[in-house]
């Protein structure tokens, strides 16, 4: 099996910074496997925010992250990380660390999930 466990999250205020890290484990869990962040705010679908290849060297943002979010990855240690600047009240949100064999950016698309860490920007 894969675990997925995340950690960094808390209440920040607006324009602050939190940096989301995922610790990866199992014996299926392959660091070639593409990694992922996704969030889901109070009544709305999982959404995902960022993805990375397993080198490293292709990544995606959605469009409402772009410039503020980084996501990186340390295969030496299996842990991905999401690091979040600018942060605003609309990024309140639990976030998941997410991964698989393909890359993707549909929830529904990828098998392995941590439990989730939530993150609330307000002042």
């Known amino acids: 099996q894969v675990q997925l466990v995340e950690s960094g999250g808390g209440l920040v205020q607006p324009g602050g910074s939190l940096r989301l890290s995922c610790a990866a484990s199992g014996r299926m869990f392959s660091t070639y496997y593409h990694m992922g962040w996704f969030r889901q705010a109070p009544g709305k679908e999982r959404e995902c925010v960022a993805t990375i290849n397993w080198s490293g060297d292709s990544t995606y943002y959605a469009d409402s992250v772009k410039g503020r979010f980084t996501i990186s990855r340390d295969n030496a240690k299996n842990t991905v990380y999401l690091q979040m600047d600018s942060l605003k009240p609309e990024d309140t949100a639990v976030y998941y660390c997410?991964?698989?064999?393909?890359?993707?950016?549909?929830?529904?698309?990828?098998?392995?999930w941590g439990q989730g860490t939530q993150v609330t920007v307000s002042s």
């Open positions: 997410a991964g698989g064999r393909y890359g993707t950016t549909r929830p529904s698309e990828v098998p392995y």
